[in-house]
C-alpha cells in the first residue's frame, strides 16, 4: 500500500537543537525510497526556506521548502479560500508575513477585517495596536494554539495560543485557532502530500509527539497516527486521552527499516512497550481543601487551547 507519511519536526526529528538518534536515516530511506512526506509544524516563526536551513544544520541536506507546511502558510491559505482579498493586522515574525505576502494578502493598521496572531516576541505597543483594531470590527485568528513550546529540558517560551488569550481577555472576543488540530491543518496537507506525490498515497500517516496536537488532530481527519516517545508526550500520560494514536514507537527510527523493505515491521510493535506502563496520573488538586490554600499558585494552562 502506498503510504504518504505528515511528519511533525520538534520532538520528532529534532529537540533542542539536537537531532533525534536515526532520524536522519528516516528522512535519508523517505528520499531514496521516493515516499512522499510532508514536514508539518505549529510553528509559524519560520518560513519553508528558513526550515531547510535548520535542517541542514543539523545534518539533514537537500530537503526542498516545497517539504514543509507551517502554520502560517495554513493560515495564509485559510484566508484566502474563506475570504479573497481581506486585509490583515499580523503579529508575527517573517515565517507568517512573507506566508499572508505570498497569498496576497495586505497588511492594514487601520482597519483590518482580522488581526492574525504567530509566535514570536510581541511588543505591548502591537498589542495595544491589535486590540484598537479588533475594538474596530477585526476578527481574531492565530496560527497555532500553543499556549507554551519547549525550548530546553526545564525551559519553555510563550507561544500563540498565550498571545491570543491576551487579545481574548483584554478584548472580550474569542480567537479561531489554525494549525494543528484544526481540521483544515490536516485537509490542506494531505492535498498537499497529494500534489508532491503526483497522485494520492492510498494512507496517510501523521507522526507526533503531542497527543493534543499530532494525534488529536489526525484522529479527527480520519488519518493513522503514530506516537513517537521522543518528545513531549509519556507513556504513562497516553492513556488519559480518549483518542489513542495508531502505533506508539520509540521514536521514527523504528520505521526506517520498514520504508527500506516495504514490509511493515514483523515486531509486534516498538520496543517502547516493554517499558512498564506508569499509573495514569490524576488531573486536579488531591485533596477538596487544597484550593483554600493561598500559597497554591495558580495552574497552568495546558499546553495547547482546547
Ligand atoms: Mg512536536
Known amino acids: 500500500m502506498k503510504t504518504g507519511y505528515l511528519i511533525d519536526m520538534d520532538g520528532v526529528i529534532y529537540r533542542e537543537n539536537r537531532l533525534i538518534p536515526g532520524a536522519a536515516e528516516f528522512v535519508t530511506a523517505l528520499v531514496d525510497t521516493g515516499i512522499p512526506f510532508l514536514f508539518l509544524t505549529n510553528n509559524s516563526a519560520p518560513t519553508p526556506e528558513d526550515l531547510t536551513v535548520r535542517l541542514k544544520h543539523l545534518g539533514i541536506a537537500n530537503i526542498a521548502p516545497r517539504s514543509f507546511y507551517t502554520s502560517a502558510l495554513n493560515t495564509a491559505d485559510f484566508l484566502s479560500e474563506t475570504h479573497p482579498g481581506c486585509t490583515v493586522l499580523a503579529l508575527g515574525e517573517g515565517g507568517l508575513l512573507t506566508a499572508l505576502h505570498q497569498r496576497n494578502i495586505a497588511s492594514d493598521a487601520l482597519k483590518p477585517d482580522y488581526v492574525v496572531v504567530g509566535e514570536g516576541m ?4 502591537k498589542l495595544t495596536k491589535a486590540h484598537e483594531c479588533i475594538e474596530r470590527g477585526a476578527r481574531l485568528l492565530a496560527t497555532n494554539p500553543d499556549n507554551w513550546c519547549p525550548v530546553g529540558p526545564d525551559q519553555t517560551r510563550p507561544g500563540a495560543g498565550a498571545t491570543a488569550a491576551f487579545l481574548e481577555a483584554s478584548t472580550g472576543q474569542r480567537a479561531y485557532y489554525l494549525g494543528k488540530p484544526n481540521g483544515y491543518m490536516f485537509h490542506r496537507a494531505r492535498r498537499k502530500l497529494t500534489e508532491l506525490a503526483h497522485g494520492g498515497p ?13 494525534i488529536r488532530g ?4 480520519g488519518i493513522n497516527s503514530f506516537l513517537v516517545m521522543t518528545g513531549s508526550t509519556t507513556l504513562a500520560a497516553v492513556r488519559g486521552y480518549v483518542y489513542p494514536p495508531t502505533r506508539i514507537l520509540h521514536s521514527v527510527a523504528d520505521l526506517t527499516e520498514e520504508i527500506k523493505t516495504g514490509q511493515p515491521s514483523d515486531r509486534l510493535d516498538s520496543p517502547v512497550f ?8 490524576r488531573i486536579g488538586q488531591q485533596h477538596q481543601t487544597d484550593y483554600l490554600h493561598v500559597a497554591t499558585p495558580r495552574l497552568r494552562p495546558a499546553m495547547t487551547r482546547g
Do not use: L
Open 202 to 214: 492510498e494512507q496517510v500517516v501523521m507522526i507526533g509527539d503531542t497527543m493534543e496536537t499530532d
Open 274 to 281: 516493554t517499558q512498564p506502563i506508569g499509573e495514569r496520573g
Open 218 to 221: 489526525a484522529t479527527e481527519a
Open 122 to 125: 510581541v511588543a505591548m505597543e
